[in-house]
């Protein structure tokens, strides 16, 4: 097998009119510590924006979306990232799961017009989870509140309110 490295993903820089923010982070503790390897990411990509995480955990990825729709119903929170992972095992539960949590928060977004970044990884192993949820890699942690950010900043200069 050979071994891949990557650089550090670039971080964009932080845009003014997001500092402060508050970010909800809903989070799947399903994979422990691909969990805490997302977090960590979101975490570092949110405060180098200037602005707040309130993380929230759930069992799995398809408990992300209510617990979405009915945190940010609160009028608390500025925008969300998700984070989870779920990895295909020997059923068609992955298809759900992965299809079911995908679009119910891509329907949540829309509608509800919710500033979103979708960190949940979608993988054939475990292999492909870690390189896709380590910092030193692709952070897709980091990159899923990237995201929630960059939209969050869309809305603010579009006049939409955030809370």
Known sequence: MVAHTR?????????????GARILVVEARYYDGLADELLKGARAAI?????VAEVVT??????IPAAVAILFETGSYDAVVT??????????HYDIVAGESAR??????????????????TVETEEQAWARARVEEMDKGGGA?????????????????TR
């Open 83 to 92: 984070l989870g992972c779920v990895i295909r095992g020997e059923t068609g």
């Open 104 to 121: 119910a928060l891509m329907d949540l977004s829309v509608h509800r017009k919710i500033p979103l970044g979708n960190g949940i990884l």
């Open 145 to 161: 509140a990237e995201a929630a950010l960059a939209v969050l900043a869309i809305k603010r200069a579009a006049g939409g309110t």
């Open 7 to 19: 650089a550090e993903p670039a971080r964009r820089p932080a845009d003014p009119t997001v500092a």
């Open 47 to 51: 405060a180098a924006a200037g602005a």
């Open 58 to 63: 759930v069992p799995g990825a398809l408990e």
